[in-house]
């Protein structure tokens, strides 16, 4: 017979395996292949320059091809940041470096899906203007255009009047940041085209040498050089991670040691084995740098002597892993209440889609070496890595509170007024007309910006569509570069997912089974207790009060679909308080529920109490909450009212 206590742990098992399986991420899959077709034409929707015939975005024109004629230099070409009609260099170099670093992993996948050739145009369009950017070994051209002047007119960049001034880093006036990402972004580009291209991918090659000598000999940080970057995309932390990343590029490019000597003889002095992350990003690259050197230590190639500072950048990356999974000994990687990573305000889609992207990379790096993370506070399976990536990617699709997709143009419902110049207007317009015509207007945007992924939700899973909340609805480059590779894994290679998911059922399927055999014979009374405190159990168990006749609830089926051997019913209700007077503290009881529930608060992790959402405490009279759930099977849950008002007489 087994005690008490043994028995409540193994409920407990059963509440997080319970709660694991039927999160958002493992009950809904969605058409990665149409995702990853979006992702790659959103680029040709950023394009600057004059356009090919192959466009596939009919609604963009030729714009910028006088770029840099003002200072001697063509810089035609490139691609805008985001929704306004500048050219960062720094975002735009770390787009190719993922777009490169996409293709490098899952070319296999790519080609499965028909995009690889999309994906190495889209590679290729940068990279031809890096080198124009690049004349000569100290000298790189960094930001084309004002981002205040630019930002004082709304018009599309076919039309644009506004600055076209450009601005550069030379060897009086550093910048090995950007310098950095530029020789990672072209080093990286170099092997993806190596082979169909050779001598283009070796012009790639001698670039990237040339900038790493560059920055690494006249250091400083590119924002100091160009402060006119500094007010949109300052380089916060500094240029260290960028010289450990471009060195990291071209070990790979290379096969040289220096390179790799470098990074292990700097890992403490440039902080790549000192700091621990909870981001990766345009401007902070120490995570990439961390599971690149993790890479390197689990194929087992390198010299020895690399081995012991090797496993120190293994530790930090580790670090990074782990709290995206809240298994780390330190801090977590904060969550929204819909389970979304949550990092900043302003555009947290950017380190969403880039945590996707290396628990990706993770998952397949440590199968590959038939190890796991050895870091965490519990045991992590690498489809666990995997399905992690899955949950976050399904979030942006639209696994999430309000049913919509945050990347534009997938699903049936998602933004309408994106904050980006030339999706939103329709017609030529002059600087200051376009704001009154398009942009404060309550109109859909007339063309659609497919494959944007937006900045996003706030940090409770609220997103207001509108173009003034450049935050939320702003598109950029660097959003959705980091999807184009988990996508593709995920489009045509999701078994690592799908097994943990597998495993995760059989688990729970036995552990019920344990726990309930091992107990007497209780009735439905008895399994229902087992979802009551440790407090409760033991007492008889309370029925649930059925006279609050006042309060209805309504239940009805919204949508149902098929998934492989799956169906899954979309069930929505709304609870109204028909009494005479106002409720709070109403309590719940959801019986036969089988999967993710929105819209009222769970008390606890693995319970069946519910109460009125944080958001709507207390229900007035004819007031109603609306609630949703999705789960595998046609049955409705039973949901009953607990306690109507617990702080009140509430008169019937």
């Known amino acids: 017979?087994?005690?008490?206590?043994?028995?409540?742990?193994?409920?407990?098992?059963?509440?997080?395996?319970?709660?694991?399986?039927?999160?958002?991420?493992?009950?809904?899959?969605?058409?990665?292949?149409?995702?990853?077709?979006?992702?790659?034409?959103?680029?040709?929707?950023?394009?600057?320059?004059?356009?090919?015939?192959?466009?596939?975005?009919?609604?963009?024109?030729?714009?910028?091809?006088?770029?840099?004629?003002?200072?001697?230099?063509?810089?035609?070409?490139?691609?805008?940041?985001?929704?306004?009609?500048?050219?960062?260099?720094?975002?735009?170099?770390?787009?190719?470096?993922?777009?490169?670093?996409?293709?490098?992993?899952?070319?296999?996948?790519?080609?499965?899906?028909?995009?690889?050739?999309?994906?190495?145009?889209?590679?290729?369009?940068?990279?031809?203007?890096?080198?124009?950017?690049?004349?000569?070994?100290?000298?790189?051209w960094g930001e084309v255009g004002d981002g205040a002047s630019d930002h004082d007119c709304w018009m599309r960049p076919e039309d644009m009047t506004t600055s076209r001034k450009a601005y550069k880093i030379d060897a009086n006036n550093p910048g090995s940041d950007l310098a950095g990402e530029t020789c990672a972004a072209m080093a990286a580009a170099s092997i993806v085209l190596k082979s169909s291209d050779p001598e283009y991918s070796a012009t790639l090659l001698r670039h990237a040498r040339e900038l790493f000598t560059f920055a690494d000999t006249y250091r400083g940080s590119y924002d100091n050089s160009i402060p006119i970057a500094a007010k949109f995309y300052k380089s916060w932390s500094g240029f260290n991670d960028e010289l450990l990343w471009s060195a990291l590029w071209l070990h790979q490019a290379t096969g040289e040691d220096s390179f790799l000597q470098y990074v292990c003889n700097y890992a403490a002095d440039l902080g790549g084995t000192g700091f621990a992350m909870d981001q990766f990003s345009w401007d902070n690259k120490y995570v990439g740098v961390q599971l690149k050197a993790t890479k390197l230590l689990l194929d087992g190639k390198v010299d020895p002597a690399y081995i012991p500072t090797l496993r120190l950048y293994q530790i930090k990356a580790e670090y990074f892993l782990c709290a995206a999974l809240q298994k780390n000994a330190g801090a977590q990687i904060t969550k929204s209440p819909g389970g979304l990573f949550w990092i900043a305000d302003w555009n947290n889609m950017q380190y969403v889609t880039t945590a996707a992207f290396l628990l990706t990379l993770a998952s397949d790096y440590y199968e590959s070496a038939h190890t796991s993370l050895s870091h965490c506070t519990s045991a992590v399976t690498n489809s666990e890595l995997l399905a992690a990536a899955k949950g976050q990617v399904d979030y942006v699709l639209g696994n999430n509170n309000r049913?919509?997709?945050?990347?534009?143009?997938?699903?049936?419902?998602?933004?309408?007024?994106?904050?980006?110049?030339?999706?939103?207007?329709?017609?030529?317009?002059?600087?200051?007309?376009?704001?009154?015509?398009?942009?404060?207007?309550?109109?859909?945007?007339?063309?659609?910006?497919?494959?944007?992924?937006?900045?996003?939700?706030?940090?409770?899973?609220n997103y207001n569509d509108q173009r003034t909340e450049f935050s939320m609805s702003e598109p950029a480059l660097y959003n959705t570069a980091p999807l184009v590779g988990t996508l593709a894994r995920l489009s045509v290679g999701s078994d690592l997912a799908s097994s943990f998911l597998e495993d995760t059922i059989t688990a729970v399927d036995t552990l019920v089974g344990a726990v309930f055999a091992s107990r007497p014979s209780q009735g439905t009374a008895g399994i229902m207790s087992t979802h009551e405190s440790r407090q409760t159990r033991g007492r008889p168990v309370r029925k649930p009060s059925h006279t609050a006749d006042c309060?209805?609830?309504?239940?009805?089926?919204?949508?149902?679909?098929?998934?492989?051997?799956?169906?899954?019913?979309?069930?929505?209700?709304?609870?109204?308080?028909?009494?005479?007077?106002?409720?709070?503290?109403?309590?719940?009881?959801?019986?036969?529920?089988?999967?993710?529930?929105?819209?009222?608060?769970?008390?606890?992790?693995?319970?069946?109490?519910?109460?009125?959402?944080?958001?709507?405490?207390?229900?007035?009279?004819?007031?109603?909450?609306?609630?949703?759930?999705?789960?595998?099977?046609?049955?409705?849950?039973?949901i009953f009212v607990q306690e109507a008002c617990p702080t009140c007489a509430v008169d019937q």
Request: proline share 5%; glycine share 10%; net charge neutral.
């Open 403 to 461: 049913g919509q997709s945050f990347m534009i143009g997938f699903g049936n419902s998602y933004p309408q007024r994106v904050h980006h110049r030339a999706a939103s207007i329709s017609e030529p317009v002059g600087c200051k007309e376009g704001f009154d015509r398009f942009f404060y207007t309550q109109n859909s945007n007339p063309h659609i910006i497919e494959g944007g992924v937006i900045g996003g939700p706030d940090a409770n899973d």
């Open 551 to 638: 309060i209805t609830i309504t239940q009805y089926l919204v949508e149902k679909w098929g998934s492989g051997r799956h169906v899954y019913f979309k069930n929505a209700g709304k609870i109204t308080n028909n009494c005479k007077k106002a409720i709070t503290g109403t309590k719940f009881v959801v019986h036969n529920l089988y999967g993710p529930l929105w819209g009222l608060h769970k008390e606890t992790e693995c319970g069946n109490m519910y109460t009125l959402p944080d958001t709507m405490t207390t229900l007035k009279p004819g007031e109603c909450v609306d609630f949703a759930y999705i789960q595998e099977r046609p049955s409705k849950a039973k």
């Open 1 to 140: 017979m087994r005690s008490a206590g043994t028995m409540g742990v193994q409920v407990s098992l059963v509440c997080m395996l319970v709660a694991l399986l039927f999160s958002p991420a493992a009950v809904i899959a969605y058409d990665y292949s149409d995702a990853l077709f979006k992702s790659l034409k959103y680029f040709e929707a950023q394009r600057s320059g004059k356009l090919p015939s192959s466009q596939r975005v009919s609604w963009r024109g030729d714009s910028g091809i006088n770029d840099g004629q003002e200072d001697g230099v063509d810089l035609s070409g490139g691609y805008y940041d985001a929704g306004d009609n500048v050219k960062y260099g720094l975002p735009m170099a770390f787009t190719i470096t993922m777009l490169s670093w996409s293709v490098i992993e899952y070319k296999t996948q790519l080609q499965s899906s028909g995009q690889l050739d999309y994906a190495l145009d889209a590679i290729r369009w940068g990279t031809d203007y890096f080198i124009k950017a690049h004349p000569e070994p100290n000298v790189l």
